[in-house]
């Protein structure tokens, strides 16, 4: 699956730019969980994602903090994806259990 890659602009916390770029793209919180490594996009599209995201560093956001959120929960990088789209691969959203706990 190709979608399209959501603008970021006029966010102010980098959480939610995250958030909200995965549920542009379909994932649903309630009942999902994903798995970035599934998430691709152009590697060009992923330095401007993380750029835009380290322009919000202030004192009381480090970019660590920054750099390990995107680490862990950001999108994947493939040259293979054109510039302004994301590959959703198979995998990349986890049902959560029943119990509403994650695994």
Known sequence: ?????????????????LVDFYIDLGWTPATHDVDSVYVK?????????????????????????????LLIKG??????????KVWLQEGWLIERPESGQTP
């Open 41 to 69: 996009m152009n590697p060009v599209d992923q330095i401007a994602f993380y750029d835009n995201m380290a322009k919000l560093t202030t004192p009381d956001i480090d970019s660590l903090a920054i750099n390990l959120m």
């Open 75 to 84: 999108p994947s990088a493939d040259e293979n994806v054109p510039q302004g």
């Open 1 to 17: 699956m190709q979608a399209r890659i959501a603008d970021s602009d006029g966010k102010k916390n980098c959480t939610d730019i």
